[in-house]
């Protein structure tokens, strides 16, 4: 069993930057594409970014391309979420989680282990 924590969540003007962590235990982390969802209260969990196991194919919802970016280091089973211009829209609490398959899902259904979540707050 795998186990995700989240961190680097918090709060920031329009505009700028946070880089969420994704630190992982357990099983090799390198064995699963892995992704990034955010949920804001009342809205289901949707897809921010996936990226493949080895870390050389990423994907992105529309809305965050050019600002996001995804990555691993498989060496300290950590994933990252760099998000620059960040917009109020972007408010939510962002949760990491692994695929249970194919690369390129952008469903909840298809992930696994999820950590507890960061909040990140985008003040205009």
């Known amino acids: 069993q795998v186990q995700l924590v989240e961190s680097g969540g918090g709060l920031v003007q329009a505009g700028g930057s946070l880089r969420l962590s994704c630190a992982a235990s357990?099983?090799?982390?390198?064995?699963?594409?892995m992704g990034w969802f955010r949920q804001t209260p009342g809205n289901e969990r949707e897809f921010v970014a996936g990226i493949s196991r080895s870390g050389n194919n990423t994907y992105y919802r529309d809305s965050v391309k050019g600002r996001f970016t995804i990555s691993r280091d498989n060496a300290k089973n950590t994933a990252y979420l760099q998000m620059r211009s960040l917009i109020p829209e972007d408010t939510a609490i962002y949760y990491c989680?692994?695929?249970?398959?194919?690369?390129?899902?952008?469903?909840?259904?298809?992930?696994?282990?999820w950590g507890q979540g960061t909040q990140v707050t985008v003040s205009s």
């Open positions: 989680a692994l695929s249970k398959g194919w690369y390129g899902s952008i469903s909840p259904r298809d992930f696994h282990s």
């Open positions: 357990g099983r090799p982390f390198s064995s699963s594409t």
